[in-house]
């Protein structure tokens, strides 16, 4: 078997993430779980759901939610058991649908065996498996890190151990120590019981968290100085993509993934355009294809998120227009997503969440969404417009460690004597509710009855203030609901997939800061999309000598089509869609 002949199905699948945690509960201890998601999968399958991705569910100490594996091989027992998983599957698979996991093995758990072994003594078979050092000692003689590497999750990278009086490194939380993918038993350990174990159980691929860090510049050399007012300083161009990255892909893909019709789809994010193509060319036999963050990131420093800008809509345009045109002429294939677990909710970031604007700006963002080039992924509670944490929630509802870290790490710099203290705070409290994790992660709201239809029971993490008018069973038999104009969109982007899933995008009125406006071409078949991004009505006009019949308005007008270089009105976040006849 080859990959090129078995690629169709993940070209054409439109992707559902459920991060099991806040998804739905099934026995009222607050917490998500695999029988919860086993209740909904009739739900995932009539939004048109094609994969259903799952966050980890692997046992773990739940510091960074899953994402600190402890057990490969294992289930977190809040969640569930390998029984449950196996009757996941079963069902899954049962309603023509393929799971895929979270693949996360850039680090472990520090409650990891291999981790225990590894810190016990430097003599241990183990100890090489993740990344010791020996201290620094500054002039004055007291011990330092290794180098000057920042964490992901703030202060620095590397934590000091007392059994053997050395630092690991852990490029997220201290309890997540980073894997020595230069050691082969490592790897093929890893192999064994993070891929084959699932693979063999039936699983159909996975989502590859922090895919291009695990190959670390060897010399460890400290990072040039970005942000002075912090002590450890970003580090990516000394892990991300780094010098036996793509041989540590080829060698899982050959060990492991080949001998599997697999569908895997990477978080690299932050590499060159030509350095991502290795990864995703099917000629490299690397994974399938993997996320870009133009999108997500336009506004914020790709340094740190909280440090945020803001953003015109031309920006959003050249995002997209890079992450469109990166596997155009080649063999590789891309991603289309704006929600995940690690994002805000696209409504509150991108469109209007205010009463009357959140449905058509929800609806306008989705028209975008489905009517671009890649495998489309959505994220749980995206199909019914869920929207980020009230503004007026105290910082102590935030419970994601990324999250605690950083505004503890600002509180011990920043005193309340200092010279424009509350305005800083201010500034930072309102990134941190644009833009934190904690805004994906609140409970999927089901219902209008008490926590939303999560759970019968409190919920380990509070529930939105909305709940009552954003739902899921509100928004079943409405239908002029967001939930079904999902449903269409996502029928109509497979109706015409040759321009909606694979054409290229030819963006026309690029400095327009109101509308978003382009063509979807695959040779004859082509396809015009407009979105009003305002709270205006606007009109636009097509470039095409071609003539458009309507397939999307979503909102109140009906068009019949479009003549050549005609003109379209667009209501307030108003979105269309035309096919050429
Ligand atoms: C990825 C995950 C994120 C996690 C991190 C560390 O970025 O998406 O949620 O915190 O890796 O595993
Ligand atoms: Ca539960």
């Known amino acids: 078997m080859t990959?090129?002949?078995k690629a169709i199905w993940w070209k054409n699948a439109t992707v559902y993430q459920i991060w099991p945690a806040s998804y739905k509960d099934s026995n009222g201890d607050g917490v998500g779980d695999i029988p919860g998601i086993i209740s909904t999968l009739d739900y995932i399958k009539s939004i048109g759901v094609d994969v259903v991705?799952?966050?980890?569910m692997f046992d773990s100490p739940q510091d960074d939610m899953g994402y600190d594996i402890s057990n490969y091989e294992g289930v977190y027992p809040k969640y569930g058991t390998l029984e449950d998983m196996d009757n996941l599957l079963k069902q899954v698979h049962d309603r023509g649908m393929k799971l895929i996991l979270d693949l996360v093995i850039n680090h472990t758990s520090s409650e990891h065996d291999w981790f225990k072994e590894s810190r016990s003594s430097k003599t241990n078979p183990k100890r090489d498996w993740y990344i010791w050092k020996k201290p620094k000692y500054d002039a004055e003689g007291n011990r330092q890190p290794p180098n000057n590497w920042g964490s992901y999750f703030s202060g620095s990278a590397w934590k000091y151990d007392e059994t053997t009086d050395e630092y690991y490194l852990h490029l997220f939380a201290e309890s997540q120590?980073?894997?020595n993918w230069e050691n082969e038993e490592t790897r093929h350990a890893i192999y064994n019981s993070a891929l084959k174990f699932w693979f063999d159980k039936g699983v159909d691929g996975f989502r590859i968290d922090t895919a291009g860090m695990y190959s670390k510049v060897q010399s460890f050399p400290d990072a040039p100085i970005v942000f002075p007012d912090v002590e450890f300083q970003p580090c990516k161009e000394f892990h991300q993509s780094g010098p036996r990255i793509h041989e540590f892909h080829k060698e899982m893909f050959q060990t492991v993934t080949s001998k599997y019709d697999a569908m895997t789809v990477g978080e690299?994010?932050?590499?060159t355009r030509e350095d991502s193509l290795k990864y995703v060319s099917a000629s490299e036999k690397e994974m399938n294809m993997m996320f870009l963050f133009d999108t997500v990131e336009v506004g914020s420093d790709i340094g740190d998120r909280f440090r945020y800008q803001g953003f015109e809509l031309p920006e959003l345009k050249d995002a997209i227009i890079r992450e469109s045109e990166f596997t155009v002429g080649t063999d590789a294939w891309s991603t289309v997503f704006i929600e995940n677990h690690d994002q805000p909710?696209?409504?509150?970031?991108?469109?209007?969440?205010?009463?009357?604007w959140r449905v058509p700006s929800g609806k306008a963002l989705a028209a975008l969404q489905s009517t671009l080039t890649g495998t489309l992924f959505i994220y749980q509670g995206q199909e019914i417009g869920m929207?980020?944490?009230?503004?007026?929630?105290?910082?102590?509802?935030?419970?994601?460690?990324?999250t605690i870290n950083y505004f503890k790490a600002w509180s011990e710099k920043n005193k309340p004597t200092d010279e424009g203290y509350q305005k800083n705070l201010d500034v930072l409290l309102a990134n941190i509710n644009l833009l934190a994790r904690d805004n994906a992660r609140s409970p999927v709201q089901w219902d209008d009855s008490e926590y939303a239809g999560f759970s019968t029971g409190k919920p380990w993490t509070r529930v939105n203030d909305n709940y009552k008018e954003i739902n899921v069973a509100s928004q079943v038999n409405d239908p002029n609901s967001l939930l079904n104009f999902w449903k269409k969109m996502l029928s109509v982007r497979k109706e015409y997939s040759p321009a909606l899933i694979y054409g290229n995008l030819e963006v026309i009125d690029k400095e327009s800061k109101e509308n978003f406006s382009y063509y979807k071409v695959n040779g004859d078949n082509k396809a015009f999309v407009t979105i009003n991004f305002t709270e205006s009505p606007i009109e636009v006009k097509s470039t095409?000598?071609?003539?458009?019949k309507s397939v999307v308005c979503s909102g109140d007008s009906q068009e019949e089509s479009l003549e050549p270089k005609g003109t379209v009105s667009l209501g307030p976040w108003e979105a269309k869609v035309f096919v050429s006849v």
């Open 3 to 5: 990959v090129d002949n």
């Open 544 to 548: 095409s000598s071609d003539t458009f």
């Open 387 to 402: 929207i980020n944490l009230p503004k007026e929630w105290d910082i102590s509802e935030y419970l994601d460690i990324n």
């Open 268 to 271: 690299v994010g932050h590499s």
């Open 177 to 179: 120590p980073d894997l």
């Open 345 to 356: 909710r696209c409504i509150s970031r991108f469109g209007n969440p205010s009463k009357q």
């Open 53 to 56: 991705w799952l966050s980890p």
